[in-house]
């Protein structure tokens, strides 16, 4: 049974850059693509994009500007990177597992809050 | 971006009974990029139907996907005690987006 879980800070302040990995256990990394989502109150669950394990990489397109993602397998594990942070940014970030490739969920982490805030 | 609109947005049942979940899409979307997740409080989303109606490893067969097109419906048979949760539709055509969910909370 795979197993994904978040790290990163969880407070971060305006305009900076928002680093957060997944690290993967129970499974390798190498296969499937692994993605970000994040969910609000307002704006609800929103895909941020995924990382393939051989690095290539999709973004939802209203966020490409400001996004990174990277896979490290040595280490199992997976990366975002969002730029110019901003309140609205404020979210439970969740990494997950799509393991078919037709863009669905199957594993998810349990999630790590991040507020933007000075 | 093809917007997700569930209805209702609330769903208010005793356990035993059926539940029926819409998801409308603003476009034409693709049969292989629908899915259902149901959210518990403090829960990360869990997968419960992809492909509009295939049940995900371990979901019960209460659980059922159906649509095409532009609409689609989870339905739920009878409702256990677990069941009482946040649902959410979702579509990747392009871009992947979200419905804003469905609440089947206890009557």
């Known amino acids: 049974q795979v197993h994904l879980q978040e790290s990163g800070p969880g407070l971060v302040k305006p305009s900076e850059t928002l680093s957060l990995t997944c690290t993967v256990s129970?499974?390798?990394?190498?296969?499937?693509?692994w993605n970000w989502i994040r969910q609000t109150p307002g704006k609800g669950l929103e895909w941020i994009g995924y990382?393939?394990?051989?690095?290539?990489?999709k973004y939802n397109p209203s966020l490409k500007s400001r996004v990174t993602m990277s896979v490290d397998t040595s280490k199992n594990q997976f990366s975002l990177k969002l730029s110019s942070v901003t309140a609205a940014d404020t979210a439970v970030y969740y990494c997950?597992?799509?393991?078919?490739?037709?863009?669905?969920?199957?594993?998810w982490g349990q999630g790590t809050l991040v507020t933007v805030s000075s | 971006e093809i917007v997700l609109t569930q209805s209702p947005g609330t769903l208010s049942l005793s356990p035993g009974e059926r539940a029926t979940l819409s998801c409308r899409a603003s476009?034409?979307?693709?049969?292989?990029?629908v899915a259902w997740y149901q959210q518990t409080p403090g829960q990360a989303p869990r997968l419960l139907i992809y492909?509009?109606?295939t049940r995900a490893t371990g979901i019960p067969d209460r659980f059922s996907g159906s649509g095409s097109g532009t609409d689609f419906t989870l339905t739920i048979s009878r409702l256990e005690p677990e069941d009482f949760a946040v649902y959410f539709c979702?579509?990747?055509?392009?871009?992947?987006?979200f419905g804003g969910g469905t609440k089947v909370e206890i009557k």
């Open positions: 990382v393939y394990y051989s690095g290539g990489t």
């Open positions: 979702q579509q990747y055509g392009g871009s992947l987006t």
């Open positions: 129970g499974g390798s990394i190498s296969s499937y693509q």
């Open positions: 476009q034409s979307v693709s049969s292989s990029h």
């Open positions: 997950a597992r799509d393991q078919s490739g037709y863009y669905h969920f199957d594993s």
């Open positions: 492909g509009i109606s």
